[in-house]
């Protein structure tokens, strides 16, 4: 095995999830951030973030020193084959467009420190034209080292991200240049290309369309069976039986089709508006993906609403689940959110627990006026203590075994709004709660 020396530049879900993995491929990784508390944390062999795996690989791979961490590329730059940037590609405050400073620093960085011809991987998440654009910036630089940019997007899922990278479904590599030496991406990808992982190559701009598309697509899918999910209720059909009859068509697939509040996190959201930006700035009408981002933003009321209409004023609602999915603990762009927000507006007290975003969640709710009615627990039963109606937000798996007698006697009506259609449903009944679910028959009692 050919091994690659690869400096990656942000060390966050994208970039210590990459690194990390390519270490335990065997190449010499070092991880970069400009954070340096975060490298601090590191450098302590602590994972800053939640990923299954993620800590002790991380060990494994510093103490076989193959893995290291650094504030700057300046020491790394030079003995790398490879750089990725895999820095942060956020929304701009209220506009689709992305912000890609952080992108442009590191491309500022590299041609600050260059000393030696470079392979850039940009695998950050970028509008589609963005690397043939660094490319143009590089080459105006007239260094006198050749430096290629590469689109190698990433389609990590959040805690699952450690597998989603050693496992993808496939590598998609976009270059421009045809005399490019492909091997050193071969190399990089080598234990990936000996298990029969499908490379698909293409140029920098399809790579990057690539991206945005599969993300546009996955969450088209789920915006699209929420809103069956409330015709189903409208026609007292099983939401459930509906996405498993649909998913069992291979033309569909089963994933992907579960109903919830919406799809939040620090992707989805932030890609279909990046794409509809994309498309407004070339003179696209964008129907059909500006109907996505409508339909997801609405929900958020349209849960909240039916929250309200099972709650009065000054009631306490009690959330379990504020991340914007299972097996995170990341709260960035949680649907959950406004959800909260809504409730709080409408006069309600709000208790919320998180098994992993706790802490994250006390972030968000700063306002003076929320903070006075919002309170915080470290246990699901103490959270819907006096408590008219329990919502689950989230699907962690310790909600499926949630207990309705032990919550029985801890709240002041026995009711639930079951978010994620996961509590065992019979067992609640028994208990004589109210059970409402998303995209099904509502146990009106
Ligand atoms: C982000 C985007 O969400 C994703 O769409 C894109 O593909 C990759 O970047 P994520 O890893 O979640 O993914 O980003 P984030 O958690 O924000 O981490 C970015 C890291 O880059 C942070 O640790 C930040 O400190 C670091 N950074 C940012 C730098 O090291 N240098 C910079 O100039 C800017
Ligand atoms: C997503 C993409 O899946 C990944 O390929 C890309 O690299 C980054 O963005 P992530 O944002 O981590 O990953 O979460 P994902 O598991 O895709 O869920 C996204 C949102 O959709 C979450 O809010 C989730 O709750 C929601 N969702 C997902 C549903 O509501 N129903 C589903 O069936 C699946």
């Known amino acids: 095995m050919n091994l690659i020396n690869i400096t990656v530049l942000g060390t966050g879900y994208v970039g210590l999830v990459s690194g990390v993995c390519f270490a335990e491929c065997g190449h010499k990784v070092t991880c970069v951030d400009t954070n340096k508390k975060k490298i601090d944390i590191l450098k302590k062999m602590k994972s800053p973030i939640c990923e299954v795996g993620l800590e002790e690989l991380m060990v494994k791979n510093a103490k076989a020193g193959r893995l290291s961490f650094d504030s700057s590329l300046v020491s790394s730059i030079n003995s790398s084959d490879i750089i990725i940037i895999a820095v942060g590609t956020p929304s701009l405050p209220n506009s689709n467009e992305v912000n890609l400073s952080y992108i442009y620093q590191c491309v500022d960085d590299i041609c600050s420190y260059l000393g030696k011809n470079m392979v850039v991987i940009v695998k950050s998440t970028v509008p589609i034209g963005t690397c043939d654009d660094l490319q143009k910036k590089i080459d105006s630089k007239s260094m006198q080292y050749k430096c290629t940019i590469v689109s190698n997007p990433e389609f990590l899922r959040e805690g699952v991200a450690v597998n989603d990278f050693m496992n993808p479904d496939r590598i998609v590599i976009g270059i421009n ?103 407004n700035s070339v003179g696209l009408e964008s129907s059909l993906i500006s109907s996505i981002k409508s339909s997801n933003d ?135 709660f109210i059970i409402n679910c998303i995209g099904k028959h509502q146990n009106e009692q």
């Not at 293409?202 to 789920?222: D, G, P, Q």
């Not at 959330?319 to 006069?347: C, H, M, W, Y």
């Open 177 to 279: 240049e045809d005399i490019f030496n492909k091997k050193s991406l071969e190399h990089l990808y080598a234990n990936h290309i000996s298990r029969g992982v499908e490379c698909v190559y293409t140029n920098r701009k399809s790579a990057e369309m690539i991206k945005y598309s599969s993300n546009a697509f996955l969450a088209m899918k789920v915006a699209f069976i929420n809103e069956i999910s409330d015709l189903a209720e409208k026609y007292n059909a099983d939401i459930s039986d509906v996405s498993r009859g649909m998913g069992l068509d291979t033309r569909i697939g089963r994933r992907f089709l579960n109903p919830g509040p919406g799809f939040g996190g620090s992707c989805f959201p932030k890609d279909v508006k990046a794409l509809i930006d994309m498309s």
């Open 298 to 432: 609405s929900r958020a009321i349209n849960i909240a609403n039916r929250i309200l209409s099972q709650t009065q004023k000054n009631d306490v609602v009690s959330f379990l689940g504020v991340t914007f999915k299972a097996e995170t603990d990341d709260v960035r762009d949680s649907p959950i959110i406004p959800i909260i927000n809504e409730v709080l507006a409408q006069g309600r007290s709000v208790k919320i627990y998180d098994p992993a975003g706790i802490g994250n969640a006390k972030g968000i709710f700063v306002h003076e006026e929320s903070k006075k009615k919002i309170s915080y627990f470290n246990d699901a039963l103490e959270s819907v203590k006096e408590s008219s109606l329990a919502v689950i937000g989230t699907e962690w798996k310790e909600f499926k075994q949630l207990d309705p007698i032990a919550m029985k006697s801890m709240m002041k009506k026995s009711q639930i709004y079951d978010l994620r259609n996961i509590v065992n449903y019979d067992s609640f009944r028994k208990a004589n």
